[in-house]
């Protein structure tokens, strides 16, 4: 264990120790800090006695008296009576035990404090309207005057806050005067000084091994405090910059893009998104539950080193609650994932192509759905009768549809998933294409309930989930191979690129299609590649019009004219999505031309998409 | 935490300090030797009802021995001191340096010399740890390494306070104790309320962490 992790060890410990008590001090701290001093000291009904008289006769000398031995004599008044108080034994403190006696003055007869004497001060010193109720001697220990040594007078007032007067018998004069602000008090005294046998005092073994304790946590806290500030994981989060991070869940294999406060831990990041890691320090940095992958060689802490093995290390793991989100762009975790579920409203529906529908959504109340480029979402089909054929098809699209026959087909249901045309800062509007999918008597679940929905139909869908994004890696070269709806992702990934700046690396499009009808999206992008000079876009059709001055075959063609050139010393990632035989083609194309695997990217969305 | 951290351990250094020391000790108990003597009868010529006729006015009169003589020592109407020779009934005049170091000297429990002697009857140029109502003092300073001073009143001759570094270091503890970095005489004051407010806090969630943690920790052993 590092000097640190001894450090939080006894900090723990330290607290088990006296944690309660200190939260009793700060408690009875506050306490002192907001009360009326002088209410609770007992002074509400308080006023100071005047004893002082006038002498009448000639006072007896005080020689004359008996037991005349003393340290001191000294003229007392006692209700403007004069009486010698003969000190044997003077103590530092009033309250120590103290030897004294009273004698009148006038007569040398020894003089003791009695009940109407006691009775007369304590209601002069009492400014109630209250009456007495009890007058009594009380020897020591004296519960309301825990460090008394004396016998003292009490006299108790019959009022709402339980007043008592303490009368000190060998002087009568008022000690205090007890009521239930003062005990209040004296109660927060005892729990401060941890006085729990009520001796008035704190010097006792039991405070000092607390304050003791306390001081070992103070500093093994702030050692804490300042190992924390050096390691860069303490500061003050001034806004709330947000970024994407993409998070692999190791448990579903899904992958969500989650917009994470750039200034948050990782562990609190999460959590804020719903996507609670384990943990059960809070994210001191002690229990080591909040681990987390990253593909990246993060600098280890401390405390990953602490509680982490040197092979998860190397392996790539780390403690979430020790790396902010701000480095990081991609991680794995084994927690259960959090599905976002929205209701959308439909916004805006057409025809991009003869099969392809274009549909457009808002989530409900106006909700952000953060995602990045290439997500896609999980789409809740309700089981029902749908047409196989839609209802507004354009006129230009009709002879395509010819072969389709017309009428309903009824289903179960199921879950259909699609990709996002756009990302989260580019549009605020979810952007689906949606391809009909046509069988013998029945058309795809999810085309035909989602292509039949008018503006304002709700529907249910989860996600946004990312499997398939551009990288941040730095390469010269990103190549986008689609067909069909799969063009959706890409068109997301292109624009992305395109926002990031056209001094940046080259974009290409590689687009298939049979005829210019399907050619999705085919002005947007060739409008693009007219302003941006570092995209490129090819679009190929298989069965073009005669006046078609573009290529002609397939994807795959057009990839092996192009290949020579990309690979040309530079490097070159390349995104695939559309039909799986296109896709599978392609990929032994690019593996067989050198291509290493991971610089291939592909969005399989046949399989179960 | 990081707000409050620092003042936590000031408050951890200053209440160890006070639980530590022996409050009699602090107060210096030790340092003057236990001087009582008895009150020489015969030499008291003259009595409480002379003095009483002459100085009708003269509260807390007490009659006692100083450095070997009686004498009464009583609180004129003006509020401060005064000492009359009980033998003789003459006023005794203001204390001198010389006397000053008598009996501060005769009082002290150590060996050691007066360092320096100083005069004090100016309230606003008084040392903060004095009060008001003590003056006129001589300050009488020992040559020791915890500095020990005795203030002895002009007009009485009387020891009417004492200190030494352990006192002073306690009311300074006393201070960040309750972070009246001024008097130290205000406990309400603002900085500290908030410190507390503050401090609860971090103290309930340092507790509720605590509790987090020790649950799992046996949730951990369990397995």
Not at chain 1, 326 to 345: C, F, H, K, N, R
Not at chain 1, 582 to 606: A, H, Y
Request: aromatic share 10%; proline share 4%; charged share 20%.
């Amino acid at each position: 264990m590092s000097l640190l992790g001894f450090t939080k060890s006894i900090h723990k410990w330290v607290s088990i120790a006296v944690g309660f008590q200190i939260m009793i001090w700060i408690g009875t701290g506050g306490y002192f800090a907001l009360v009326d001093h002088h209410v609770a000291g007992g002074n509400a009904s308080k006023t100071s006695v005047n004893h002082q008289g006038v002498k009448t006769r000639p006072l007896i000398p005080w020689m004359n008296l008996t037991g005349q031995s003393a340290e001191s004599v000294k003229l007392l008044w006692i209700l403007e009576q004069p009486y010698y108080q003969v000190i044997h034994t003077k103590p530092e403190h009033r309250y120590q035990k103290h030897y004294v006696q009273l004698f009148n003055a006038y007569s040398g007869e020894p003089f003791v404090l009695t009940e109407p004497f006691v009775k007369k001060i304590a209601n002069r010193s009492y400014t109630g309207t209250a009456n007495v109720i009890a007058v009594s001697l009380v020897k020591p220990p004296v519960r309301e005057l825990p460090r008394e040594e004396n016998a003292v007078w009490k006299v108790s007032f019959d009022d709402p806050s339980h007043t008592n007067v303490y009368i000190d018998k060998n002087y009568g004069r008022v000690i205090s005067h007890i009521d239930d602000d003062r005990r209040l008090r004296d109660l927060m005294f005892r729990l401060h000084f941890m006085d729990y046998g009520n001796s008035g005092s704190f010097n006792h073994w039991l405070i000092v091994s607390a304050a003791g304790l306390t001081l070992t946590l103070s500093v093994t806290g702030i050692v804490w405090l300042i190992a924390l500030f050096k390691s860069g994981l303490l500061r003050v989060p001034l806004a709330k910059n947000r970024k994407q991070l993409s998070v692999r869940h190791l448990a579903s294999g899904t992958t969500s893009d989650l917009a994470l406060p750039k200034a948050d831990t990782i562990l609190h990041g999460l959590a804020e998104a719903g996507v609670f890691l384990p943990s059960r320090c809070g994210g001191g940095g002690t229990c080591g539950a909040c681990k987390f992958k990253s593909s990246k060689n993060l600098p280890q802490t401390t405390a990953d080193q602490d509680l982490l093995s040197p092979e998860q290390l190397n392996r790539g793991y780390r403690l979430a609650c020790q790396h902010f989100v701000s480095g990081i762009e991609q991680i794995e975790i084994d927690a259960p994932q959090e599905v976002q579920t929205y209701e959308l409203t439909t916004v805006e529906t057409k025809f991009v192509t003869p099969f392809i529908k274009e549909i457009k959504f808002t989530a409900a109340g106006g909700k952000r759905v953060p995602y990045r480029a290439g997500a896609y979402m999980s789409f809740i089909i309700p089981g029902g009768t749908n047409f196989i054929r839609p209802k507004d098809l354009p006129q230009h699209y009709e002879r395509y549809w010819q072969q389709i026959p017309s009428g309903t087909f009824t289903h179960q249901g199921g879950v259909r998933h699609y990709s996002l045309a756009t990302y989260d800062s580019l549009d605020n509007k979810l952007i689906f294409n949606v391809r009909w999918q046509l069988h013998e008597s029945a058309a795809g679940l999810g085309s035909s309930y989602l292509g039949a929905l008018n503006v304002g139909d709700k529907v249910i869908a989860s996600g946004p989930f990312s499997d398939f994004f551009a990288s941040e890696n730095e390469v010269v070269r990103r190549v986008l191979i689609g067909a069909g709806s799969g063009l959706a992702p890409l068109r997301a990934i292109i624009w992305e690129q395109v926002e990031l700046g056209s001094d940046r690396h080259e974009t290409w499009l590689i687009q298939g299609a049979r005829n210019e009808d399907e050619l999705a999206y085919n002005e947007e992008f060739e409008t693009l590649s007219e302003e941006m000079g570092n995209f490129f876009y090819l679009p190929t059709l298989s069965s073009p019009s005669c006046n078609w001055e573009g290529k002609q075959g397939y994807v795959q063609q057009v990839i092996l004219g192009q290949i020579k050139h990309w690979l040309n010393g530079e490097v070159t990632e390349f995104y695939l999505c559309g039909p799986s035989k296109m896709m599978i083609e392609v990929e032994n194309i690019l593996i067989n031309s050198g291509v290493p695997s991971e610089l291939i990217f592909k969005d399989d969305f046949s399989s179960g998409r | 935490m990081v707000v409050v951290g620092a003042q936590f351990l000031l408050w951890a250094i200053s209440g160890l300090y006070m639980v530590l020391m022996n409050i009699h000790y602090v107060h210096g108990e030790f340092l003057s030797v236990d001087s009582r003597e008895e009150l020489i009868g015969r030499e008291v010529n003259y009595s409480f009802d002379s003095l009483v006729r002459d100085n009708p006015k003269a509260i807390n009169v007490e009659l006692t021995m100083s450095s070997g003589h009686p004498i009464y020592r009583f609180v004129t109407p003006q509020g401060h001191g005064a000492a009359v020779d009980a033998n003789t009934g003459e006023r005794i005049p203001p204390v001198k340096e010389h006397q000053a170091r008598q009996i501060a000297k005769y009082s002290y429990a150590g060996n050691d010399e007066i360092s320096h002697v100083k005069l004090i009857s100016d309230a606003s140029l008084k040392p903060s740890e004095i009060s008001a109502r003590h003056l006129p003092v001589w300050q009488v300073t020992f040559d020791h390494y915890s500095a020990p001073t005795f203030y002895v009143n002009e007009y009485t001759g009387e020891i009417v306070t004492k200190r030494h570094t352990p006192w002073r270091i306690f009311d300074w503890m006393w201070r960040l104790h309750i972070m009246d970095y001024t008097e130290g005489e205000n406990v309400s004051n603002l900085l500290f309320i908030l410190s507390a407010t503050t401090a609860l806090a971090a103290g309930l969630t340092g507790i509720i962490l605590l509790v987090l943690r020790l649950r799992s920790d046996f949730a951990k052993e369990a397995l």
